[in-house]
């Protein structure tokens, strides 16, 4: 199927009167892009996404929604088939949105990043420069990573020691923190609050309870330490 222009797509896509798209974009059929919504130049959007949905918790959840009616994308950007991006979102320039992610509202991307195939990014995460996170990853509410980080594929963050039981507190739940140059293995899961300091690693299938040292690299069940900084 070939690629339309922006004015023809209108006939193919559902495209807000008050949406902004950039020169040279590309709308590809059966999109939908919300009112609010802010493309910039060169971005290509894949069949079947959607790009301005507003969160609803349909009273099953304690945390209420908050959210501004924006979205802002990037000039150069590629948002892949059936992404879902909620409102109040920016993605910097250059970034690949990967097949079937969802990215709720309050999440910030930076520039030349990679969320790949079905990640999917729980709200108020914010994500640095150059970072890459790969295949059906889960990134919880209230978490925050740094520059140049790699998350390997299937690894699970959270952010709620009592698993929704006390409540939504803000100061409470809160995600783990990953910081500039970090690497994180395939599978590996982080509990909340914990920080993996700047270019420290963590092995596959390790299961994060507490904070690593910068330019360390932790292992196990629970995570220990096998290498310290600079060894």
């Known amino acids: 199927m070939e690629p339309l222009s922006v004015r023809d797509s209108y006939k193919h896509a559902w495209i807000a009167d008050s949406a902004e798209i950039g020169a040279g974009s590309v709308i590809h059929p059966f999109a939908f892009i919300g009112d609010g919504v802010r493309i910039g130049r060169d971005v290509e ?8 949905k507003p969160p609803n918790g349909a009273r099953a959840t ?3 929604p908050v959210f501004d009616r924006i979205v802002h994308i990037g000039d150069q950007c590629a948002i892949g088939p059936n992404a879902v991006i909620f409102y109040d979102v920016t993605i910097g320039p250059r970034t690949l949105i990967g097949d079937g992610a969802s990215i709720r509202e309050k999440c910030i991307i930076g520039e030349d990043c990679i969320i790949s195939r079905y990640v999917t990014m729980n709200y108020n995460c914010h ?3 150059r970072t890459k996170v790969m295949d ?9 990573i740094g520059d140049d980080v790699f998350i390997s594929v299937h690894v699970s963050t959270t952010n709620d020691n009592s698993m929704g039981g006390d409540g939504y507190d803000e100061e409470r739940v809160v995600g783990p923190r990953v910081s500039d140059g970090a690497r994180v293995g395939a599978g590996a899961i982080l509990l909340p609050g914990v920080e993996i300091g700047r270019g420290a690693t963590v092995a596959a299938g390790a299961i994060v309870t507490r904070d690593v040292v910068p330019g360390a690299t932790v292992m196990g069940v629970p995570a220990r330490e096998v ?5």
């Open 136 to 144: 059906l990853t889960h990134l919880t509410g209230n978490m925050t």
């Open 227 to 231: 290498r310290g900084p600079g060894d």
């Open 127 to 129: 994500i640095g420069n």
């Open 62 to 64: 304690s945390r209420q």
């Open 45 to 52: 959007v894949f069949p079947g996404t959607v790009i301005g």
